[in-house]
């Protein structure tokens, strides 16, 4: 196996692994036994999520994936961040 070859699978292989980590992140979401692990597998399937996204755009070759990474990282970051504060007063704003 050559060089070349390692360097074309490893995209895949690291694909996969991401979406297993989504998956995982997902289920603790889901069956989070609090609000705090709830919200912190929020923001990690979020940021897995991204890491995907950026991982197509390197197999695809096609920059468009780039900037709905950065969409999605600004709207994970402000999500996560309105959570906080409305677990911590009980008020939005």
Request: hydrophobic share 60%; proline share 1%.
């Amino acid at each position: 196996m050559s060089m070349y070859d390692v360097l074309q699978t490893l995209p895949y292989i690291t694909l996969i692994i991401h979406i297993v980590l989504v998956a995982v992140a997902v289920w603790r979401v889901w069956r989070g036994e609090n609000v705090i692990d709830r919200l912190i597998a929020v923001d990690l399937s979020s940021t897995l999520f991204l890491a995907v996204t950026v991982i197509i755009a390197i197999i695809s070759g096609d920059s468009i994936y780039i900037d709905i990474a950065l969409v999605l990282a600004a709207l994970g970051f402000i999500s996560t961040v309105a959570l906080s504060k409305y677990i911590t007063t009980e008020k939005m704003f």
